[in-house]
């Protein structure tokens, strides 16, 4: 392939990468929503997080800290926004340039277990590891449940975009 081709190739790589990291990103989003509005009031689900931030909350939190910063209550919004939507396109981004190697490919089941996969590395392991997020002992299951339920989603919908792109583009 000449270097221009190979340079297109790459582009829609990404392109299709970024688009299927937003709309998964935005579909997990919805999930992990619908189920954590559908606990009961005063659930054990709700106690355990109760005064609790979310994990990107925390890592903004501490990133801040360590450069010395103080954000407002808007940059803070924004940057916690930005880490969701970073890490979620990221990841799209990573697929989609990586997927061939890793013998992803666009099978949507493949997707949903890349998606259950990267629950349990990022839940389950990494965020505990790095202090944004308790050990999953220390979590009811409905957590974990809700979390299983939207990386599988990720997963599923970030197949399903590269899969339709996969149709129109030589991707």
Known sequence: MSKIGDARDKGLKLATGLVAGA????AMKKVTTMLASSQKTGSKIEEAFAEKKPAEEVLVDKVSKKMGKRLSRKDRKRA????????????????AMARRRLGAGDSLLRGALF??????????????AVGVHKGPGALPWQAH???FAGHATYGLVNA??????????PV
Do not use: D, M, S
């Open 23 to 26: 709309v998964a990103t935005w």
């Open 80 to 95: 916690v926004k930005g880490v969701k939507w970073g890490l979620g396109v990221g990841n799209g981004v990573a697929i």
């Open 115 to 128: 998606g259950v996969a990267t629950f349990v590395l990022v839940e389950e392991i990494l965020k505990p």
């Open 145 to 147: 449940a809700r979390q």
């Open 160 to 169: 399903g975009v590269r899969k339709a792109a996969g149709k129109v583009l």
